[in-house]
């Protein structure tokens, strides 16, 4: 591949010198870089062009490019001469003027002469591929040894800061006990804390934000040479009161020895850094190392990964262009007011600083810049970044006073609820910048809002706080607006487009990069019809890369974040005398394979006014791209959430629908055994009982998700329960077998308490009549997987197909007194015997009839786009007996996959070398047509067609190959007490069971062939 990348820079060199007749070193330059940066990309390191840095004699020096890496740290210097130049000559010209020598390339198009470490190590000319290929990578290799020392600085850092911080804690808990001086100063500082930023705030929370004060102190004082920040800041010299009642030298010197050596080694890098913006890149690192050892579930929550220059600009070049373009007025213009609401270090703030003249800065500085932080250390980061930035480009210091520690969120009232203002809040100074920025009409909020979405796990104590006000808004507008069936989502970049939507003035712009979900998620169309109501127009840079859609992809490559969630960037419009009728929607798409730098690459060289964009118009259910046109509005709905919730039950063909059931502890109340099922339960149900007595009898002024032992896997609703005294006894009536993954049977214990989601199942297989029989077809309904459904008698699970939620329609629904009723609709009957004219058909006929419609391949095909955002619909198909009986025997088959006819398939057993049970496998081999199970036995004659009928993204045989494996619990008090599970023991159910699965799929295919036969 080298090879391949050093002939293509010879190539575009003799272009390039054939097309300038005389190159020089600027246009030959370019062609180096290109196959230079093929080799940084290799060791993941990057060429920054032109960056300034402290030369040998003390001064500053700007080599043509230096290889950087995500630590910021220098690896390598290059320098590019044409070859007119006398090399040698000018080699011991930059010598002479201090430039290092420790790693570093001079070229002039036809040699290349490599330093390091003082001594002339390689030289070779280009036209020599193989020595080229050596040089470039000794020069990418090299690790310097102060590249070295920070590294492992990092590394002993990650280690010993969690040490350390716990020190801090006990010391702090232990004043909090004792010292008086502190209890009044806490307290006091915690009642004016709850007056704004949040009314939830906790002691503990103020025991973390001095820590955080403690450890950044001297960080700042080596990096930014600001010795008297924490006495000057308003927030920092609150806490420095605080900080004071115990902390005192001797205390500070002894604590922080052991993370010493990583002050020390910022010391000696920050020194090094002369130009101001590697300096700011350098801060982001150490803000993002120190806090995701510091705390990495606030890192987590708190979305703590920084924006790229390349994204930050683009942003602010672009947002600049549209306010001369609809508003005819710049960020630099009187009027325009500005806020960053989530401003992290301060990055957009800082690059609006640089972007704007320097004639026009000082007003726009002290009176319509505005930016919010809620963490003290990226408040800290913030104030001291953006207040060096100030002074760097006009050669004077001036406080930024315009930087609220406050929770945006929180602070929506102020401006909903006309006269609200804070006379006390954390200092006097902050309540009035709270204040000034809240009767400020806001034109232009900028920025990266946090990207963390939903807790994965209530065990990880790590969820965004509610905030009732915006969320009401939500509910009130996102929600209300969009016809999912599970729309309720308050993610942190969806609350903060709320929040910015409602707070921008009349005549406005919003520029947020966040999760690109909103595009083309199912349940933002009530966010997508939001915009087209609110905004004149949206533009749109779609930067994909959602690893989960696209699992060819990696986060750390392609991703701009290097996160797994797709990122999008969009600026809204918003014109109080509206040029649009309608909202008008640009849109463009990078390509999801192209790698993170590509698209970095592709801001950096775009202008917005230049981007060839898509003009979007949107249809009747706010969808904005993959538009299709098809006959889709003219069939019969399956279901739709305004029926379901209506007494008039007109227009579809099933009343009742549903998603399985979520349990959120799966491990505990799921198991192949039903014994093993009974046991967890009781242990859970047990271990609940006794938390429940002791929160009883606390004093219960801890925070119940902080006071429960997360030995069993929580919830907020399970705690709620406990705080509620809500009774929770053992009944084994509640063990029932549930369609866990397709043709998956497992046993579980479901109860309205211990079964976090229920949703309507309990209509469908009712809890207190277990016995109860109903049928229902489960089917995909998301946008990740291919559409795709199976049917069962036993109650489903909501992830049946992994990915995307399983939504069900039942034949029959019961109410409360245990009533059967029907679930296809009377309308639909009366539909489907006027439509074909045959007075015979029964509710059963048309629930078979769906049932083969949903699996004709034509019909899948043809609607692929519609089945990703919306319920089936369903059409009039020929020879309704024909498909209502392929339905029928599909049913059968699907439902009654445990009783058919076992496939021949040949097993073949080999004896084990070693003594001891076979080491399990389940691995398909599709190419082969077998199964190898074990190291001793495996499955043969698998025919291909068993491999082509598939549920989602597998077919039906590595279903059950994928749910057998032997896995590891991710529940820890699982994996010690109930890590059961040996295939060996299950071995033979599993091989009749694939065997029974390869029968159905055959036959499932068979019938499936039958009816592409009509088309």
Known sequence: MSDIAIQRFLNELAELKHRSGKPNESSIRLAFIKLLGEYAKAKDLRLVPEVPVKGKLGKNVTPDGTLKDTLVLDWGYWESKDEFDDLEKEIAGKFAKGYPDDNILFEDSAHAVLYQNGRRVAECKMEDVPKLDKLLKQFVNFERPEVHEFRVAIELFKADVPKVTEALRTMIETNAEQNRAYQKARNSFLDLLREVVNPNITPEDIREMVIQHILTADIFNTIFDEPYFHQDNNIARELEKLVATFFTREVRN????????????????????????????????????????????????????????????????????????????MLQDKGVEILDPATGTGTFICDIIDHIRKD????KYKHELHANEVEILPYYIANLNIEFTYKQKMSSYAEFENLCFVDTLDNYVNFREAGETYANFVSDENAKRINRQNISKISVIIGNPPYNANQMNENENNKNREYPKIDKRIKNTYIKHSTAQKAKSYDMYRRFYR???????????????????YIDAREADGFRKCVQDEFDYAYIIDTKSDVRQNPKIAGTTHNVFGIQTGVAIMFLIKKHKRDNSACRIQYITMQDEWRKEDKLQWLTESKLESIPFEHIQPDKDNNWIDLVENDWEEMMPVADKAVKNSTNKVGVIFDLFSNGIVTARDEWVYDVDRESTIKKAKYFIDFFNNEKARWLCSDRQTKVNDFVDRSIKWTEELESHLTRNSMLEFDESRIRPSFYRPFVKQHTYCDRIITHRVYQQDAIFPIQYPTFDNYVMCFVSGSRLDFGLISTNILPNYAVFSLD??????????????????????????????????????KTDIFHYVYAVLHHPAYRAKYELNLKRSFPRIPYYDGFRTWAEWGKELMELHIGFEAVEPYPLTRIDTELDTIGTPKAKLKADKEHGSIILDEVTSLTGIPQLAWDYKLGNRSALEWVLDQYKEKKPKDPTIAKLFNTYRFADYKEKVIDLLMRVCTVSVKTMEIVQQMESTE
């Open 254 to 329: 002894s604590c922080l020895a052991g993370i010493k050596h990583y002050y020390d080694t910022i010391n000696a890098r920050a020194a090094q850094i002369a130009d101001h913006h590697e300096k700011q890149r350098f801060l982001k690192v150490v803000y993002e190392t120190f806090y995701k050892s510091y705390s990495p579930k606030k890192a987590d929550r708190l979305g703590v990964v920084y924006t790229p220059n390349e994204i930050v600009r683009f942003m602010i070049d672009s947002t600049d262009y549209l306010l001369q373009k609809h508003f005819g007025k």
């Open 360 to 363: 026009k800065l000082e007003y």
């Open 499 to 517: 929040w910015a939507m409602d707070r921008i003035d009349e005549n406005g712009i919003i520029a947020f990069i966040t999760n690109r979900n």
């Open 805 to 842: 939620p399983a939504q069900c329609l039942p034949l029959y629904r019961y109410d409360q007194d245990g009533n059967r009723h029907d679930n296809i609709t009377d309308w639909a009957l009366a539909e489907f015997r006027a439509h074909y004219a045959d007075a015979a058909i029964s």
